[in-house]
């Protein structure tokens, strides 16, 4: 089993930045895929980014250039640094993990962008 827990989420300005931790525990040996998603009000779920475990990155177009996806795996962590944040980033912001096929999530953490 594997459990995923998010923190780091708040309010913060237009502008300004914000990074979100995802700690693992468990049997997270050989789950190499790690995504971030998000969902706002209202919205489907939506992919933000992917990281792999040769530390290769990939980033929704909407994010792209602004948001940052990192792992220590040393301390079974993922990371998302944010920055430039904007209004419509406001949502819930979740890891996911993926081992053998089968996915694993938080519960969130909520991210409020004022302008």
């Known amino acids: 089993q594997v459990q995923l827990v998010e923190s780091g989420g708040g309010l913060a300005q237009a502008g300004g930045s914000l990074r979100l931790s995802c700690a693992a525990s468990g049997s997270t040996f050989n789950m190499n895929l790690m995504d971030w998603y998000r969902q706002g009000p209202g919205n489907e779920r939506e992919w933000v980014a992917r990281i792999n475990g040769i530390g290769e990155t990939y980033y929704a177009d909407s994010v792209k250039g602004r948001f940052t996806i990192s792992r220590d795996n040393a301390k079974n962590t993922l990371y998302l640094q944010m920055n430039s944040l904007k209004p419509e980033d406001t949502a819930v912001y979740y890891c996911?993990?993926?081992?053998?096929?089968?996915?694993?999530w938080g519960r969130g953490t909520q991210v409020t962008v004022s302008s």
């Open positions: 996911r993990g993926e081992k053998y096929g089968n996915p694993y």
